[in-house]
């Protein structure tokens, strides 16, 4: 079975530092994978995806995740975190089902404080 | 911002009520599904749909259905309200061949 796990449950960072928040997923086939982020009281909003071609993808709000095969693993980063960045991180694995994601499994989040 | 609303954003009920929770989406998208979040749980998928009138079971559906009668609405009820039901429910719609989820602003029910 598909499995998420993000073995972070809270981070705290200091403003300008680097972040690396971790992701790894259990899955038979290519995963299509994804980092969501949620601001308090908001919906999840996309950061970035991977579904194949180049193992390093650039999302929004200048975060970057690399996909490592060997090590199931689909890490978030950031080379220098903002006090705006401060939220829940999900990471998600999908599949896909012939026209649709159909169910994402989400990890349970990492949330992330950041100090002055 | 995808254009998908929820409502109510808000709602508080009693044990043993119905309730339906609306989404409502403009981009016309052939995909929609129901989450629900519950802390250390991240997100569960409660029911989706794959079109009008076709929908399927999630991972945590039961005292949940759904309907979709419009292409733009998809309706979760809870039929007999439980606290244990007691979340914050999103929705989330996705295009055909884009393989890419986008949610809604989210409903916080309180059952008590």
């Known amino acids: 079975a598909q499995s998420v796990t993000q073995p972070d449950i809270h981070i705290t960072v200091s403003e300008g530092a680097s972040l690396e928040l971790r992701c790894n997923y259990s899955?038979?086939?290519?995963?299509?994978l994804f980092w969501y982020v949620q601001s308090p009281g908001q919906g999840l909003q996309l950061l970035l995806k991977?579904?194949?071609?180049?193992?390093l993808v650039q999302g929004i709000k200048g975060f970057e995740a690399e996909f490592k095969r060997s090590q199931s693993s689909f890490n978030l980063r950031k080379p220098s975190v903002h006090w705006s960045d401060a939220a829940e991180y999900f990471c998600?694995?999908?599949?896909?089902?012939?026209?649709?994601?159909?169910?994402?499994?989400f990890g349970k989040g990492t949330k992330l404080s950041v100090k002055p | 911002d995808a254009g998908i609303t929820q409502s109510p954003r808000h709602k508080v009920t009693e044990t043993g009520t119905p309730v339906t929770l609306r989404c409502h989406q403009t981009?016309?998208?052939?995909?929609m599904y129901w989450y629900r979040q519950d802390p250390g749980h991240g997100l569960r998928l409660i029911h989706y749909s794959y079109g009008v009138k076709d929908t399927d079971k999630g991972e945590v559906s039961d005292g949940y259905s759904v309907s979709r009668s419009k292409t733009e609405d998809f309706l979760l009820t809870l039929e007999s309200a439980t606290s244990s039901q007691t979340s914050v429910y999103f929705c989330a719609i996705e295009g055909d061949g884009t393989d890419t989820q986008y949610f809604g602003p989210g409903t916080r029910l309180t059952v008590l």
């Open positions: 991977y579904f194949s071609g180049d193992t």
């Open positions: 998600a694995v999908g599949q896909n089902y012939g026209g649709s994601q159909g169910n994402l499994i």
């Open positions: 981009e016309n998208h052939r995909y």
């Open positions: 899955y038979g086939a290519t995963p299509y």
